[in-house]
Structure formats: C-alpha cells, structure tokens
C-alpha cells in the first residue's frame, strides 16, 4: 500500500467526512498539516479559514455545527494555541453544537519534558469536551477523527479534541482511510408509553410545552409543527429554542424563557397541570427557575436521559428520535384536539396581552433608543430566511423576549453558557453557509470587541452581514443586576470607541445612528449594503431593572 503523511491521511479522513470548512491560526507544530489543506488538489477539500484569534475559530467551528448539524473544525497550533479553545469548546459543549478540534502538540519524546510550548493537551481540553484524546501512532489518526467525528454528532451533540504531536502529523502511514460511518437511528419509546402520553395530554386542563435546544433540530421542529396542526398546544421556547414555531402556528406562541422568571411562559409553566418538554436541556433555563412550586406533572420527551434533580423529576420520560416520536404520538389522536373553550377563551386574552409587550413607547429619550424601537425596527428588516446572531448583554435579553424568529436556529443566542464575543464568528460562519443571505449579527459595545476583530476575516471572505452595536458605555447586563442588588454598581465601566473609524480601519463600511441619522434610514443604508456593514446605535437602558422584576400575576385561571 502506498504511504502517505499522517497529514494527508487526515485530509482525506475529512474528505471523506465531507468536511466543508476548517478555521484556524498555524504553528510550528501542526504546520504539516495547514499546508495540506493549503495544497492539496483535491476540490473536494475543506475551505481554510485563517482567522485572528482562536476562540473565534472554535465559536465558527460550532456555529456551523449548530447550523448545519455536521462538525465544523477547528484546528491551532500547540501550547496557547490549543488553551486559547477553551471557551469555545465549553461553549459548544454545553450548548448542543458538534465541533470537532485539532490541536498541535510537542513531538513525542518531548511530552514529559519541560519544552517549548509543551503542556498537556489531553487533560486540559477533557472537562470541557465529549471526547479527548491525544494521538500516539500516526496510523490511528483517521480512526481516531471517525471516532471524534461520531462522538461530536452523537445526542447530546458537542465538542471533540484530537491532540496530534508533531512528529505523527509528520510521520507515514500505510492503512487505508476511514469510510464515513452512518448516523446512529434511534428508534420510539415503547407503544405503552405512547399511549400514556397521549391520554395524560387528553386529560390535562392545561398542557403546556416548553420546547428546547434539541427540539430546533430540523427535523424535530417539523415533526412538532405537524404535531401542534393536530393537537394545537400552547407553546414556550427557550432561548435556543428560538424560532420552531412558524408564522401559521403563532396563535400558539406564548414567548420564551430564560434567566429571570417573570415571562409570560413562566407563568403558563407554573399555572400548567401538565408540563410537556421536548429536547429540553436544563443548562437553558434550570427547573428550580420554573418548576419550583407548582404541583402538575411533568412529561420529558428527548433524545438524551434528563438529568434529574430535587426540581425536576418527571412522571413520565421517552428517550428517542423526536420526529419519529411526535409522529407516531399525533396518530393516537384520531380526530383534532381542542382545549376547553373556557382554557382557549384565557389563551386568546393572554396572548393579546402578550404581543402589546412587544410596543415601544412613544417617548424618546436624549440618552439613546429604547430598545424596543431597536428590536422593532430591525424585525422590520429582517425575513424568516434571515439568521440572526446575538451576543450576550442586556440586549441578548431584550432580543430573546421581543424579537421573532419562524424558523429553527436562525436566531442565535449562547445561553447555556452566556459567552461574550459569539456573535460576530458566528456570522461569519452563518455567511460560509448561505453567501447569498444577509446575516445580521447583534451586539453590545462590550461584547463587541472580544471578537471584532474578526471583522478583518468578514472583510476578507467579503461576508454579507450587518453587524448592529448596542451601544451605552458599560457591561450593562452587569451592572442593571449589580444595582438591583446593591442599590449602586461597580467595574462596569469603559471607554467610547468610534465604531464607524473602527469599521472602515478594516474596510467594512460603518453607520452611526444619531439626531442626524435616524435608525430608519441607517438600517435602510445598511440593508443595501454588499459586504460587512457595522452600525452603532445609542441605546437607553434605563429601563432595565424591569427586565429582573417579578411581574407574574399569580393565576392563570
């Protein structure tokens, strides 16, 4: 058999893998295989994207994962290379997105000695990935990368890490490459079990859902759609949950939770007899927040076993295929399902309610834009084709609680985790995907600048995103909370930067949003635009404080 290097063996692994994109800085220690990737001729190879720090290259990474449902990849260098993954692959991790990392190492014989950009790679990545390993013969490096691949994929979906030292990326190989393993089917819960589903659905006064991470895969939200047709429940979403119920089903839709408990779905949580989650994860919004208290049962339909705690021990759990399940679940329903008239008659009140939550006032303030203007204004240019990514601050709250989104992940938040810096790389990667979209990526002034500048890679790859900044002076999601306890706030504040200087240093055109230029008309500008286009916008965030007041009237009924 002809031999190859350990680096084109791994190229061909992800070819055969079908690979798309790889995102990364190079060193020393993996540079083997950075040239592959850069010379290979097979037109079938994965696309390098070089970007400006690693964290950003692992935040793409997952969010084409998160996006697609394949592993993206993330390959650095050794030493700071591979400890600057971290936050990225806990990220992914924690929030259900399949990545898979490749990290350079020190050459063998060098791992137990105190050496250049030696540490160790394997137990650091460890807690934070699904999978780690570091490899030891050149000849296991596709075995290894199939193995990293199927546990990336595998339910709950996450981050993998390859550590390959230097002289086995550079060595031979002689056994053949890998084939592309099959996804692994799951099957549906038991009949039993479905019929008990069903007759508690049909015996509850009020059966709520809370849809989660899990439920926004394609399928699955397909599967509940065509469920909610038959059987229209009402519906809360969590943050990643965003979007699985379209424009025809939004009779149904009563918000979405996370954070503090004070939403309207917080409220039919707790007033329901009957708690239905599908592919709920309690990283995005844990029970003690929304099931504390209340006295109904609880039905939990996933992919994965729920983790169970004092707050959350369901009376009836179904593990499997979710699509599968709600399919075969709406055939035991043989004629359309209604609520009581009474149950449907306090629906339509509360949704009414509901939406006029999504008004801004009518009065301005000289500080900066409400944010409800903000969500308002942007929804009014935004498609149900359009992804939108958000990064963390008050914003993030204001985003998740008023804008709307009818398709499944193409609103972006980070909630398990609530990382700054994500929105910006997930943009990018949300263009590598769809170039002929236009992706809107949400930020805060603070959060901003943990990744901008990736802002050079969007230029680059000429990305089609508009790029909002939020824009106040503070971390604002910091500091409302800081005063809500403390009564004052503190190390919360920053220094201004002129973001439209700072667009067009990399050569992306930059907005401002002042009494000259009204939000309208820059959004307008903007939206035209080919190309990273950034806009900062003054925002008034006195209003926050509200975001964490207990608003919840105590009945439903």
């Known amino acids: 058999m002809t031999t190859k290097s350990g680096a084109q063996a791994l190229v061909e692994t992800m070819i055969k893998y079908q690979i798309?994109?790889?995102?990364?800085?190079?060193g020393a220690k993996i540079d083997r295989l950075f040239e592959e990737l850069e010379h290979n001729p097979n037109p079938d190879k994965p696309q390098l994207i070089i970007t400006r720090h690693e964290q950003n290259a692992a935040f793409m990474a997952a969010a084409i994962g998160r996006l697609s449902g394949q592993p993206g990849v993330v390959l650095v260098t050794s030493g700071p290379g591979v400890a600057n993954l971290t936050t990225g692959l806990v990220t992914a991790?924690?929030?259900g997105d399949p990545l898979i990392a490749i990290g350079g190492q020190v050459q063998r014989d060098d791992l137990a000695r105190l050496t250049h950009q030696s540490i160790p790679n394997q137990e650091i990545l460890q807690p934070v990935t699904k999978y780690s390993v570091e490899v030891q013969d050149p000849n296991n490096l596709s075995e290894a990368f199939a193995n990293a691949y199927q546990a990336a994929v595998d339910a709950k979906s996450g981050a993998v890490f390859m550590s390959i030292p230097q002289d086995v990326i550079n060595a031979d190989v002689d056994r053949s490459i890998m084939q592309k393993n099959p996804p692994m089917a799951q099957g549906i819960p038991a009949k039993a079990q479905?019929?008990?589903?069903?007759?508690?659905?049909k015996q509850?006064?009020?059966?709520?859902?809370l849809a989660g991470m899990r439920a926004s895969e394609q399928g699955a939200t397909?599967?509940?759609?065509?469920?909610?047709?038959?059987?229209p429940l009402p519906v809360v979403e969590t943050f990643q949950g965003a979007g699985i119920i379209s424009r025809d089903l939004e009779q149904l839709f009563f918000g979405r939770v996370g954070l503090f408990h004070n939403q309207t779905g917080d409220m039919l949580l707790k007033q329901a007899d009957l708690v239905i989650t599908i592919g709920y994860d309690p990283i995005e919004y844990e029970a003690r927040n929304w099931n504390q208290s209340r006295t109904g049962k609880i039905i939990n339909l996933d992919s994965v076993a729920p983790e169970l705690t004092q707050e959350y021990q369901p009376e009836l759990v179904l593990q499997g295929n979710l699509a599968d399940t709600l399919a075969a679940l709406a055939e035991l329903f043989p004629e359309k399902y209604q609520l009581s008239a009474a149950t449907q008659q306090k629906l339509q009140a509360l949704k009414v309610e509901f939406d006029q939550k999504n008004i801004p006032p009518a009065k301005s303030s000289a500080a900066g834009l409400h944010p409800l203007e903000i969500v308002q204004k942007?929804?009014?240019?935004?498609?149900?084709?359009?992804?939108?990514?958000?990064d963390v601050g008050s914003h993030y709250i204001w985003m998740a609680r008023h804008f709307r989104s009818y398709q499944p992940r193409h609103l972006l938040f980070s909630n398990g985790m609530q990382t700054l810096g994500v929105a910006l790389p997930w943009a990018i990667a949300a263009s590598l995907l769809y170039p002929h979209k236009k992706i809107v990526s949400v930020a805060g002034d603070g959060g901003f600048l943990f990744s901008g500048q990736e802002l050079e890679t969007a230029v680059r790859l000429q990305a089609n995103i508009v790029q909002l900044i939020w824009v106040d002076g503070y971390y604002d999601m910091v500091r409302f909370q800081e005063q809500t306890k403390y009564g004052q706030d503190a190390g919360v504040k920053f220094g201004p930067v002129d973001f439209v200087k700072y667009a067009q240093s990399f050569g992306a055109v930059g907005l401002q949003v002042d009494a000259q230029h009204d939000l309208q008309a820059v959004l307008?500008?903007?939206?035209?635009?080919?190309?990273?286009?950034?806009v900062a916008i003054p925002v008034d965030y006195s209003?926050?404080?509200?975001?964490?007041?207990?608003?919840?009237?105590?009945?439903?009924?």
């Open 543 to 557: 209003h926050n404080q509200e975001l964490s007041r207990d608003l919840l009237r105590d009945q439903f009924y």
């Open 222 to 231: 397909q599967a509940l759609r065509d469920f909610l047709q038959k059987v």
């Open 93 to 95: 991790t924690a929030e």
């Open 194 to 201: 479905l019929a008990d589903f069903a007759e508690q659905i």
């Open 20 to 26: 798309k994109y790889v995102f990364g800085i190079p």
């Open 378 to 390: 942007l929804q009014q240019h935004v498609d149900d084709q359009m992804i939108v990514t958000v």
């Open 524 to 534: 307008d500008q903007a939206f035209a635009q080919t190309g990273p286009v950034v």
């Open 204 to 209: 509850a006064q009020l059966p709520v859902i």
